[in-house]
Each structure stands twice: as C-alpha cells, then as structure tokens.
C-alpha cells in the first residue's frame, strides 16, 4: 500500500447523505487519483489532481466531489446525488514524470442503504 | 475503442503449478503496460511495468511479456503459492492526456493445496 492511507476502512451511510472519503499519501506526489471499482469491473476514474487547488473530473464525476488544498491530502465527497455509491474505493498517487506509476491505498469499501 | 481484456476470468490451479495470465489490448497511442496484485479487500500493487522497447520483465515469480506487434501481453506465475490467490490487473498506459489508464477487469486466480 505505500505510503498512502484511507480511512476509514469501511463506511456505512443512509441513503441521502453525504459522506467523505480520505485519502493522506506521504510521497510527496504530485498527482492523486480516486478510482471506483465494482465487481467484474475495471477500476474507473472519478476524479483527479496533478497539482494542489487543481483537479479534473474523470469518467464517472457526477454525484462526487473532492478538494486539493494540500499535496498529501485528496478528500472525496459522495454526494446524495450519486446513484449507486455502495462501491469499494481507492485512492492512487503518482508523479508527474517518467511512467508515472501509479500507487495505490488500501481503499474504502462503502455501503449505502 | 481503447479497451484491455484480460482472460480467463478465474483460474484455480494446484499450489506449486504454474499458469500464465493473458492481457490483450487495443489502446492506441501505447505508452506503458503494467501488472497489478490486488488481495481480496485490499488496493493493488504493482507487479511490473513494461514501456514499448521492453518484451519481458520479471519480479521474483512474475515474469510478464509483452508483444506490442500484437498488442498482447502475459503474465507467468512460477511455482504457485497460496498467497498468490489474488487478482491480476492489467493496465494500459496511453501517450495522450494527462491521466489516460485503461483498466482491464483482472484474472481471479486461486491457488489451493
């Protein structure tokens, strides 16, 4: 897992409600990603940040959100606008340079009812 | 379309057998091919990463291959062991854009005494 911490492990929530996920990498990357990942599926990217106060929405955006305001941190917000947010979630870091290998948090499995 | 397919689905094979792990691709401009372990639960880890001049890298037991002529790829597992029950993942770097990794949806492998 690195040097990249999620917590909490597991979330529950009541449909509804936001909940934040949080993701502290001590890298000192650059670059940090949150990916969606749900059975018989590839990872897909939710949204991501190659320099503090800078992010970019990846393929499934709708219903999140998230903040840089420091590099080693890279919060996600499920909102209630999120349809289906009962997944497993994992935050990734990276540089910005050579292959930009991609490394990965333990991730956070939420369970919305 | 960029895409990455990944097969068998699942495989279960003997403690100290070996099996090979297939990863064809279609993701064009190609700039990196990476294997991933990912335990039950947990975020995955890099196994290798290959860039277009590299047709074979190894990491202990793991050894990947890479024909980029064909745009496939493979990953040997040598001398199974119990804790290589996991999914391998296998990711597809694109030249263009900022954040362009293309997701297979992983081989399920398990091993048993």
């Known amino acids: 897992d690195g040097g990249i911490t999620q917590s909490p492990k597991y979330l529950f929530r009541k449909e509804g409600q936001n909940v934040t996920l949080s993701c502290e990498q001590n890298l000192n990357h650059d670059a940090m990603y949150w990916y969606r990942q749900d059975p018989g599926q590839g990872l897909r990217l939710i949204y991501y940040?190659?320099?503090?106060?800078?992010?970019q929405k990846g393929d499934i955006a709708e219903g999140y959100s998230v903040s840089r305001e420091k590099k080693e941190s890279f919060p996600l917000t499920v909102t209630s606008a999120q349809k289906n947010p009962t997944a497993f979630y994992l935050c990734?870091?990276?540089?910005?340079?050579?292959?930009?290998?991609?490394?990965f948090g333990p991730g956070t499995r939420l369970t919305v009812t | 379309k960029n895409q990455v397919e990944q097969s068998p689905q699942s495989l279960i094979i003997l403690e100290g057998k070996n099996c090979t792990l297939q990863c064809n691709y279609t993701v064009s401009p190609f700039s990196n091919l990476r294997w991933y372990k990912q335990d039950t639960g947990r975020g995955p880890v890099s196994l290798t990463i290959?860039?277009?001049?590299?047709n074979t890298k190894s990491n202990g037991r793991y050894t990947a291959t890479l024909d980029a002529d064909t745009k496939q790829s493979s990953l040997h597992i040598t001398a199974s062991q119990l804790s290589d029950s996991a999914s391998y993942i296998c990711?597809?770097?694109?030249?263009?854009?900022?954040?362009?990794?293309?997701f297979g949806t992983g081989t399920r492998l398990t091993v048993i005494p």
């Open positions: 940040s190659q320099i503090v106060n800078d992010f």
């Open positions: 990734a870091s990276s540089t910005t340079s050579g292959t930009g290998e991609q490394y």
């Open positions: 990711v597809v770097g694109s030249q263009t854009g900022a954040n362009n990794l293309f």
């Open positions: 290959m860039t277009f001049s590299e």
